[in-house]
């Protein structure tokens, strides 16, 4: 059953940069069509089959779609939009996404509680978005200015590294959340539902403080964003009562908001028209990547370090570490650069 849950995000790290040839090749809309059919079949196929192989070769297919889908429509905002305008819609998408978790779970939850197949009804929203996207999405055309020309690995793989590390540190609280509170006699799915939903609240609002930002350079952004995240891992471990754990989760997760659409915005500004499938492909692998190490790194640590807590404190000092080292590069990109920053947001 564990690997039911978890193989579609190891399938869309493993296919992601694929996807992203193919979005190039064949057509944005083309394959977000064909992704939301995919994810329509393959996502309510469980609610008929018996077999657990078969569930599991379903969450397969849930899983090439979610490549498909995820990196046709993060190109399509690339192409759309440019400066501010697109900025802004890399924070909405990651902020929906947050929050749509949080729904989708509350939903699957309600769902569940008629027998565990009918959770799986949710995968019908396609049904929806799919007349949507034939009616409003229109395939983008490349600009004059946009020749394409060699893919610039050099600047994005150390954003893809980061990225991925990034990743890690944003599943822990809301992986972790119910264990943490489980073992503080707090496990009633009812608080654990509430508190998840508060940190999952929290990732969208810290999108929004990243956009208040955006006149920092990356590495200032992410200097403020560690800091919050080192915090808020404290904070989660405190002393064990709830509003101190709650306090965390909330502080942690507003610092993960901001990470994400940072990294992202400033991979999507390297990028031209024909290079925007492999490089939103790429960040997909590194994101969900994350996704799948960090329960396990999590999971290696608390056995190595005799306890969860003592895993939590470990990863605020990664995290204390990435703080000292982005306030570094922050001050030895200004001092290199005075003027130039990382990714610049011009109001369009």
């Known amino acids: 059953m564990i690997l039911a849950l978890s193989v579609p995000a190891l399938v869309v790290a493993v296919t992601a940069p694929f996807a992203g040839r193919i979005v190039e090749t064949t057509g944005r809309k083309t394959v977000l069509i064909l992704s939301l059919v995919l994810y329509l079949v393959c996502g309510l196929a469980p609610f008929f089959l018996n077999d657990l192989n078969h569930i599991i070769a379903t969450r397969v297919g849930v899983g090439l779609a979610e490549s498909g889908f995820m990196t046709a429509s993060t190109t399509l905002i690339g192409d759309y939009f440019k400066g501010a305008r697109r900025q802004h819609w890399l924070v909405v998408q990651t902020s929906t996404a947050s929050v749509a978790a949080v729904v989708m779970m509350a939903v699957g939850g309600a769902l569940g509680e008629f027998g565990w197949r009918y959770p799986f009804v949710v995968y019908a929203l396609p049904l929806l978005f799919i007349p949507l996207v034939l009616v409003l999405i229109r395939e983008p055309k490349a600009e004059a200015h946009e020749v394409g020309g060699k893919f610039p690995w050099w600047k994005v793989i150390p954003l893809y590294v980061l990225g991925l590390f990034v990743a890690i540190l944003f599943f822990v609280v809301p992986i972790q ?18 508190t998840s939903a508060a940190g999952g609240i929290a990732v969208p609002i810290g999108g929004l403080i990243f956009q208040k ?9 992410l200097a403020i964003a560690f800091a919050l995240i080192m915090m808020g891992l404290l904070l989660f471990v405190g002393n064990g009562s709830y509003g101190v754990t ?3 989760i909330v502080i942690a997760s507003l610092g993960c908001g901001m990470t994400l659409p940072a990294v992202l915005t400033s991979i999507m500004a390297k990028l031209d028209f024909e290079q925007r499938g492999r490089g939103t492909g790429g960040w997909q692998t590194a994101f ?3 996704n799948f190490a960090s329960p396990v790194i999590v999971l290696g640590l ?47």
């Open 246 to 248: 709650c306090a965390g």
């Open 288 to 290: 969900f990547l994350g």
């Open 177 to 194: 959340t119910p264990f943490v509170l489980t073992a503080r006699g707090m496990g009633s799915a009812q608080l654990i539902g509430l």
């Open 302 to 348: 608390t056995a190595k370090l005799q306890g969860l807590e003592n895993a939590l404190l470990m990863l605020s000092v990664v995290s204390a570490g990435a703080l000292a080292l982005s306030v570094i590069a922050a001050i030895l990109s200004a001092a290199i650069k005075p003027k130039v920053r990382v990714y610049v947001m011009p109001p369009q």
């Open 213 to 221: 930002l955006s006149r920092l350079n990356l590495f200032q952004v």
